[in-house]
């Protein structure tokens, strides 16, 4: 028992580790998870509309169709920010006699995965590539959101889409302005 106690404490003092290490990190929406220390989004209608997601549903029946983008910032305001999206699936099924086949199709994120859902992973590393020159600068994440932070031009939720526009640069070998900005991922054997 007492084995079992210090064991909980250590978890405690991992957790609490993690949390310090990542919190400078973290924007609204995300969180770290109590079971396996990683960065995860909040499934409830105001994580999706801090996250900026955008979920597209579609109703099955053949004599339906309906197709529903669902107004995350109202649901919020209607005061339902702390339910699962799928209440809110619930509530807006259509009214079919054999009921209602309205389902999840698409959760995205417009500009692109936020960078803080890359914390999770060491070996992943982020381009940011000349538009002009084959230059191209590879760094973690964590050193992307810093410098984001300390330009003032973005943080952990800036998407990976729109992070090339948010370069101001210049491009140290050919004094290029615009950058574009992709994900590499670790090319370990066996993963991807
Ligand atoms: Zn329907
Ligand atoms: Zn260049």
Redesign the pocket.
């Known amino acids: 028992m007492s084995a079992n106690l210090s064991r909980s404490k250590r978890d405690e003092k991992r957790r609490a580790a993690r949390l310090a290490e990542l919190k400078p990190f973290l924007v609204p929406g995300w969180q770290i998870s109590s079971d396996n220390l990683r960065v995860v989004a909040v499934a409830t209608v105001l994580g999706f509309y801090q996250r900026g997601q955008e979920m597209l549903l579609k ?1 099955g ?1 053949r004599d ?1 169709h ?1 197709r529903v983008e669902i107004d995350f910032r109202a649901a919020v305001q209607a005061g339902r920010g702390d339910q699962p999206p799928q209440h809110l699936i619930q509530a807006l ?2 009214g ?1 006699w054999d009921g ?3 389902e999840e199709v698409s959760a995205i994120y417009p500009k692109g995965v936020p960078l803080v859902a890359y914390l999770n992973d060491k070996d992943v590393l982020i381009a940011i590539a000349c538009e002009q020159c084959p230059a191209r600068v590879l760094l973690p994440p964590r050193a992307i959101i810093e410098r984001l932070k300390q330009a003032r031009r973005g943080d952990g939720s800036t998407g990976i889409l729109e992070l090339g526009r948010r370069i101001r640069g210049p491009c140290r070998r050919c004094g290029g302005r615009e950058f574009r900005s992709e994900v590499l991922p670790p090319k370990a054997p066996g993963r991807r």
Do not use: P
């Open positions: 109703c029946r339906c309906r099924r259509c079919h209602c086949k309205l």
